[in-house]
C-alpha cells in the first residue's frame, strides 16, 4: 500500500512539474513574441518579462534587460513588437502617456481623436532605414523603430482611422503630426520623415503634402523652414545635407547655415572641408568627372577621368585616370608630390578589405595608405605621411 501511494504521488508530482514547465516555456515564449527579437540577447537568456494581466500600455516589468538598446522601465512593446521608449497607450482613455525614461516623470499626454482604439492607430511614428536612389546616406537603423520623443518635449504621432499594417505609409489622410507635450498643441502635418533625421539638435527631414522634402528646426515650440518644401530628396552624410532639386544638387551646412550649389554632377561625398561630385562610370566605358571642389563650392581638382576621390578629415585622395593616387590638402594644394600606384581598380572607402585596391586609416596625424596585390588578397606594399608636414615617415 505504502510503496503504491508513494508511487501514485510520484506520478501526480510529475505531471504536475511537467505542466508547470511547459507553461513557464509558453509564457516566456509569448513574452519573446512581445518583444522584438534583436532587442534580446539569447545567449544570455535576458528578456523583458510583462504583467499581462494589467496589459494594453501598462508599464513592462524590468527583471533583465538587452542594455544595448533598452535601458530604462518605461518601455512597452506595441501591436508590431517593437519598443517604444518612455510611451504608453492608456486604452481606456484612449490617450498616449509620455514619461522622461531618465527622470521617471510625466511629460506629457495626447488625447488620441480616432475612435478607433489600439495603438496601430494612434501612436508614435515608426520609420525605416532609407533605401533610396543616391547612395549617400548613413542610416542610423538596421530595422524599422520608433521616432524619439524629441528635446524631452516634441513627438511625431499618426492618429488616424487608416491602418496600414507596419506604420509606414503616411499620406494627408494619414499624416504625420508633429505635437507639442508641453504646450499641448499640434505644431505641423507632414506625409513623411527621414530616419536619418537630426533628432539631437531638433532638425528634422520632412515631406509635404505635395510630395516635397523640406528641412526644418524647432525651438520653443515654434516650427521653422531651413530649407524651403521643393526638393524631390534631401539626404545627409557627416552633419552636412544634400538636396535634390530639378537634377541639381545643393550642400547645405547647418554650422554655417550657408546653402551651396547648384552642381550639375551627383555629389558623391561631402565632409566639412571638401565635396565631391561624379559622373560616368571608367567600368562602364563612360567617362568619369569625380570632382573635387571646397566646402563652400570652389573647385579644386577637376581633371576628366579621375576613377575615384576619397576624403579623409582634411585630406583627399584622388585616383586620377592612371590609376595613381595623388594626396591634397583642404586648401587645394598637394601634401607631398609623391603619387602612390595601384594594382586593381575597385575601391571603397569604408571597408577594409584586401580585395581593394588600397586601405586607408589615419590616427595621430599619420595616414597610412596600404596598396593590395593586383592577383592576390594581401598588401604589396605600405606607405605613411604625416598629414601636418608632409613628410614621409615610411
Same mark, same amino acid.
Given at each position: 500500500?505504502?510503496?503504491?501511494?508513494?508511487?501514485?504521488?510520484?506520478?501526480?508530482?510529475?505531471?504536475?512539474?511537467?505542466?508547470?514547465?511547459?507553461?513557464?516555456?509558453?509564457?516566456?515564449?509569448?513574452?519573446?513574441?512581445?518583444?522584438?527579437?534583436?532587442?534580446?540577447?539569447?545567449?544570455?537568456?535576458?528578456?523583458?518579462?510583462?504583467?499581462?494581466?494589467?496589459?494594453?500600455?501598462?508599464?513592462?516589468?524590468?527583471?533583465?534587460?538587452?542594455?544595448?538598446?533598452?535601458?530604462?522601465?518605461?518601455?512597452?512593446?506595441?501591436?508590431?513588437?517593437?519598443?517604444?521608449?518612455?510611451?504608453?497607450?492608456?486604452?481606456?482613455?484612449?490617450?498616449?502617456?509620455?514619461?522622461?525614461?531618465?527622470? $521617471?516623470?510625466?511629460?506629457?499626454?495626447?488625447?488620441?481623436?480616432?475612435?478607433?482604439?489600439?495603438?496601430?492607430?494612434?501612436?508614435?511614428?515608426?520609420?525605416?532605414?532609407?533605401? $533610396?536612389?543616391?547612395?549617400?546616406?548613413?542610416?542610423?537603423?538596421?530595422?524599422?523603430?520608433?521616432?524619439?520623443?524629441?528635446?524631452?518635449?516634441?513627438?511625431?504621432?499618426?492618429?488616424?482611422?487608416?491602418?496600414?499594417?507596419?506604420?509606414?505609409?503616411?499620406?494627408?489622410?494619414?499624416?504625420?503630426?508633429?505635437?507639442?507635450?508641453?504646450?499641448?498643441?499640434?505644431?505641423?502635418?507632414?506625409?513623411?520623415?527621414?530616419?536619418?533625421?537630426?533628432?539631437?539638435?531638433?532638425?528634422?527631414?520632412?515631406?509635404?503634402?505635395?510630395?516635397?522634402?523640406?528641412?526644418?528646426?524647432?525651438?520653443?515650440?515654434?516650427?521653422?523652414?531651413?530649407?524651403?518644401?521643393?526638393?524631390?530628396?534631401?539626404?545627409?552624410?557627416?552633419?552636412?545635407?544634400?538636396?535634390?532639386?530639378?537634377?541639381?544638387?545643393?550642400?547645405?551646412?547647418?554650422?554655417?547655415?550657408?546653402?551651396?550649389?547648384?552642381?550639375?554632377?551627383?555629389?558623391?561625398?561631402?565632409?566639412?572641408?571638401?565635396?565631391?561630385?561624379?559622373?560616368?562610370?571608367?567600368?562602364?566605358?563612360?567617362?568619369?568627372?569625380?570632382?573635387?571642389?571646397?566646402?563652400?563650392?570652389?573647385?579644386?581638382?577637376?581633371?576628366?577621368?579621375?576613377?575615384?576621390?576619397?576624403?579623409?578629415?582634411?585630406?583627399?585622395?584622388?585616383?586620377?585616370?592612371?590609376?595613381?593616387?595623388?594626396?591634397?590638402?583642404?586648401?587645394?594644394?598637394?601634401?607631398?608630390?609623391?603619387?602612390?600606384?595601384?594594382?586593381?581598380?575597385?575601391?571603397?572607402?569604408?571597408?577594409?578589405?584586401?580585395?581593394?585596391?588600397?586601405?586607408?586609416?589615419?590616427?595621430?596625424?599619420?595616414?597610412?595608405?596600404?596598396?593590395?596585390?593586383?592577383?592576390?588578397?594581401?598588401?604589396?606594399?605600405?606607405?605613411?605621411?604625416?598629414?601636418?608636414?608632409?613628410?614621409?615617415?615610411?
Amino acid at each position: 500500500m505504502n510503496k503504491k501511494f508513494i508511487g501514485a504521488v510520484f506520478v501526480v508530482i510529475s505531471l504536475v512539474m511537467i505542466v508547470s514547465g511547459s507553461y513557464i516555456y509558453m509564457n516566456v515564449d509569448n513574452v519573446e513574441n512581445k518583444i522584438d527579437n534583436n532587442l534580446i540577447d539569447k545567449n544570455n537568456n535576458t528578456i523583458v518579462s510583462i504583467d499581462f494581466e494589467e496589459a494594453n500600455g501598462k508599464v513592462i516589468k524590468e527583471e533583465e534587460v538587452y542594455r544595448t538598446d533598452i535601458e530604462k522601465k518605461y518601455d512597452f512593446p506595441s501591436d508590431n513588437n517593437m519598443i517604444i521608449p518612455g510611451v504608453t497607450y492608456d486604452e481606456e482613455n484612449n490617450k498616449l502617456i509620455f514619461v522622461n525614461t531618465e527622470t $521617471e516623470e510625466k511629460i506629457g499626454e495626447y488625447t488620441c481623436q480616432t475612435t478607433e482604439k489600439g495603438n496601430n492607430y494612434c501612436n508614435v511614428v515608426s520609420v525605416i532605414p532609407t533605401t $533610396e536612389k543616391y547612395n549617400l546616406e548613413e542610416s542610423i537603423l538596421k530595422s524599422q523603430q520608433y521616432t524619439p520623443i524629441i528635446d524631452n518635449r516634441y513627438v511625431l504621432l499618426k492618429d488616424s482611422t487608416i491602418f496600414d499594417g507596419n506604420g509606414l505609409s503616411h499620406s494627408k489622410e494619414n499624416p504625420i503630426i508633429l505635437y507639442d507635450l508641453e504646450q499641448s498643441k499640434e505644431l505641423a502635418r507632414y506625409t513623411g520623415i527621414k530616419d536619418n533625421s537630426d533628432y539631437n539638435n531638433s532638425i528634422l527631414i520632412v515631406k509635404d503634402n505635395n510630395n516635397h522634402w523640406g528641412l526644418i528646426s524647432i525651438k520653443d515650440g515654434v516650427v521653422t523652414t531651413i530649407l524651403k518644401f521643393e526638393y524631390e530628396y534631401i539626404g545627409t552624410l557627416n552633419g552636412l545635407y544634400m538636396a535634390v532639386k530639378d537634377n541639381l544638387y545643393y550642400i547645405y551646412n547647418p554650422k554655417t547655415t550657408k546653402l551651396i550649389g547648384s552642381f550639375s554632377n551627383e555629389i558623391s561625398s561631402m565632409n566639412d572641408y571638401f565635396i565631391v561630385t561624379n559622373q560616368g562610370s571608367y567600368k562602364d566605358n563612360t567617362e568619369t568627372n569625380y570632382r573635387l571642389y571646397t566646402s563652400d563650392g570652389k573647385k579644386l581638382i577637376i581633371n576628366q577621368g579621375n576613377r575615384y576621390i576619397e576624403l579623409i578629415d582634411n585630406i583627399a585622395l584622388v585616383v586620377d585616370s592612371t590609376n595613381m593616387i595623388s594626396i591634397y590638402k583642404s586648401d587645394g594644394s598637394k601634401l607631398t608630390e609623391n603619387t602612390i600606384p595601384l594594382y586593381k581598380d575597385t575601391y571603397h572607402s569604408r571597408e577594409n578589405t584586401l580585395s581593394l585596391a588600397y586601405n586607408t586609416t589615419l590616427e595621430n596625424d599619420i595616414l597610412t595608405i596600404e596598396v593590395n596585390d593586383k592577383d592576390q588578397d594581401m598588401v604589396t606594399k605600405t606607405y605613411q605621411y604625416n598629414i601636418l608636414t608632409g613628410e614621409i615617415v615610411s
